[in-house]
């Protein structure tokens, strides 16, 4: 009787430690929306990567992410001799798996030439074989077409623009004026470029941020180094592939990459808001109050360039709360900060006011 327990027991444990864990991310929301996490450029072995399109999908539901796009390249295809050119095989195989994860699969692909115009994905396209084709801005009026929402891949890539400096060439220009350019890459892989914030600025385009990913995703970013994948978070009326697809036309986006987060101040303002919160004051002797702040996202929030009367320096770390001890003025006018780690443009930060809560 007591082995027969020992071996049911066993065999339980052994079930329950099969099962898949999905990692919880919290990430700051912009009110009214919910926070899609998203990446964006993943490869596979039907393009240059070394994975199988599910193993992608249980990818990307073990980093809690909501959306992803695998984007093979069209016309660099290195496994060829043994695997057969079907662009859209990578999206046949693991839509299925998507669905039981619910994980959203964006069909996608990567248009790949030299600078200029450099590499772009093609996302929500329909049928990737109409962009098998020469001419490049007939590739591109192909995925337009099919409604596809554009993205300039990695433009400070040193492969191709040796300076490491992204620069808008005539033909991004004559995409933009045309309407078919709807992003830009200002994250990729391990990398970030800097003067994107500007670019996508002045043209309204959206702030991408995404893996690259070819090899497994958690071998290329492991621990303690990286806690998450670089991604790009949508900001979505709905948790559905549509909502995903106009919230990215209209360039509610911020890219969250180690510890940093690049946004537009409009949006950026509002996702600080949403993690931090002040305290009321619990102490007060005459000169100086005492009260808490808490940060309920996994991203650090780095304060710098504090008031007088104030701490200069503070940070709260992830899922963390620290003591703000301050000069009693400031019961009625706020602490204003710099927040580091919250890039706003190509060298600004987020500015905050924090006051304490009222009690
Ligand atoms: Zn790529």
Redesign the pocket.
């Known amino acids: 009787m007591k082995t027969k327990l020992i071996i049911i027991t066993a065999l339980l444990l052994g079930t329950m430690s099969l099962q898949a864990q999905r990692q919880m991310v919290n990430v700051p929301e912009l009110p009214g929306y919910v926070t899609l996490k998203c990446d964006f ?1 993943i ?1 596979t072995v039907f393009s240059d990567g070394n994975v199988w399109p599910t193993n992608r999908v249980s990818e990307a539901w073990r980093d809690g992410l909501d959306a992803i796009a695998i ?1 093979d390249h069209i016309e660099y295809q290195p496994h060829k001799q043994y695997i057969p050119t079907d662009h859209s095989a990578a999206w046949k195989i693991a839509s299925a798996m998507a669905a039981d994860n619910n994980i959203i699969l964006v069909m996608g692909t ?1 248009i790949t030439r030299g600078m200029p115009p450099g ?1 772009l994905n093609a996302l929500f396209i329909t049928d990737p074989d109409l962009l098998a084709t020469d001419d490049f801005m007939k590739v591109v009026e192909a995925a337009m077409a099919q409604g596809a929402f554009i993205h300039w ?1 990695h433009p400070g890539w040193k492969s191709q623009q040796p300076d490491g400096i992204p620069r808008m060439y005539d033909v991004h220009r004559e995409m933009i004026a045309k309407g078919w350019l709807h992003g830009i890459e200002y994250f990729n892989g391990g990398e970030y470029y800097p003067l994107v914030m500007d670019m996508c600025r002045e043209n309204k385009l959206a702030l991408i941020g995404n893996s ?1 990913t070819h090899g497994v995703i958690s071998e290329e970013y492991t621990a303690p180094r990286y806690s998450h994948r670089p991604m790009t978070l949508v900001f979505a009326k709905e948790r559905t592939a549509e909502s995903l697809k106009e919230a990215l036309f209209a360039g509610r986006t911020a890219v969250w990459y180690g510890d940093n987060l690049a946004a537009f101040e409009e949006i950026a303002l509002p996702l600080f808001r949403s993690v931090i919160t002040a305290g009321a004051p619990y102490k007060d002797d005459g000169t100086r109050i005492w009260f808490e702040l808490c940060n309920s996202s996994d991203i650090p929030m780095k304060l710098s360039g504090g008031p007088e009367g104030a701490p200069a320096m503070l940070t709260v770390p992830a899922r963390s709360m620290v003591i703000v001890r301050a000069d009693r003025k400031y019961l009625s006018q706020p602490l204003t900060y710099n927040v580091d780690n919250i890039i706003t443009g190509s060298d600004s930060v987020l500015k905050v006011e924090i006051s304490p809560a009222k009690k």
């Open positions: 450029h490869h984007t990567e590499h891949n690259d």
